[in-house]
């Protein structure tokens, strides 16, 4: 007969001491902490020489311009403060606005005309053909050696008197004996240069072409709209983003022109200051007349200047370029 008595549960027993945790359960706390600082001091040797490059051939020449350019400084002695002295030397240096006119005018001509020519190109090799593969190599190609010194000197060359461009231009009885020598003919010259290395955007559009939706363009023509309705109502506002990005790229690179200015007008800026850029003029500052503090003070205002047209480039996008999801 059996008692109705329970039997308390038995429990394992262990070795382990109060409070202390099985060996193969322990957690290793301070582990993954040092596996992440491992982790970051590996990163940062990997990353030390862009950062070194960064504050040494970046940062600190920028900050020691900034320095400069509050000072009169000839490159010889000491850096004496001069304050706003540079800044409002500029407000009266009549060669000083001459660049600036100048340079506003290759901008703001040059950069349209080379982004239209990138884009008709671009929308010609958008089509599928034996060939293609050559021609968009062929057209990129000025926009790798388009800046070198090499090619502002042929160009100088081809639009010289007697050179192949004044001699054809002679076979219709235009004869203009050379466009290096005729100031009014200076900047047209430069211009065509820029326009020639087209290829950079070129590529760009080539690329947002491939992303517009072949369906858009089916719609339209169901709604009857012909080639140039559709490139007004479907392939602009669906480039808008890369026209956006090729404008501002190639906006920030036009006020830097130098080299081919440089080349082709020997240095001085002639001929009758039609070469004489902005960044022409600043190096003119610096090197030859030695004013090194001057030149700061006008980097650091084409800095501002560039600055302030991507802002305005920035803010007026919002009413004209359209990304995918926009509701407006």
Request: avoid cysteine.
């Amino acid at each position: 007969m059996t008692t109705g008595s329970a039997h308390a549960p038995t429990k394992t027993r262990t070795n382990a001491e109060p409070g202390t945790r099985p060996a193969g359960n322990r957690r290793t706390v301070g582990q993954p902490k040092r596996k992440r600082n491992r982790d970051n001091l590996a990163g940062y040797v990997f990353l030390s020489p862009w950062l070194l490059g960064l504050f040494a051939l970046t940062l600190g020449p920028m900050l020691f311009s900034l320095y400069l350019a509050f000072t009169d400084y000839n490159l010889f002695t000491a850096p004496e403060w001069s304050g706003l002295a540079n800044f409002e030397r500029m407000a009266t240096d009549d060669v000083f606005w001459g660049s600036v006119q100048i340079t506003l005018i290759y901008v703001l001509v040059g950069t349209p005309i080379k982004l239209a020519a990138a884009l008709g190109v671009a929308m010609l090799l958008n089509f599928k053909s034996r060939g293609t593969g050559f021609f968009r190599s062929a057209f990129y190609a000025p926009s790798l050696i388009g800046a070198s010194v090499s090619i502002a000197i042929v160009w100088r060359a081809m639009f010289s008197a007697d050179g192949p461009v004044d001699s054809g231009l002679s076979l219709f009885g235009i004869n203009l004996g050379g466009w290096v020598g005729v100031p009014a003919l200076i900047m047209p010259m430069m211009i065509l240069l820029a326009v020639w290395q087209f290829g950079a955007p070129m590529v760009i559009f080539l690329a947002g072409l491939k992303q517009v939706p072949t369906e858009l363009y089916e719609a339209a023509s169901v709604d009857g709209a012909k080639a140039w309705r559709k490139f007004i109502s479907v392939t602009l506002p669906m480039l808008s983003p890369v026209i956006f990005f090729n404008l501002l790229l190639e906006m920030i690179g036009a006020f830097q022109i130098f080299a081919s200015a440089y080349i082709i007008g020997s240095g001085t800026g002639g001929p009758a200051g039609a070469t004489n850029f902005y960044t022409v003029y600043l190096y003119t500052r610096a090197f030859t007349n030695n004013q090194m503090g001057y030149a700061s003070a006008m980097a650091w205002v084409l800095l501002i200047a560039v600055g302030i047209l991507a802002f305005i480039l920035f803010r007026t996008s919002k009413s004209w370029v359209h990304y995918g999801g926009d509701t407006k």
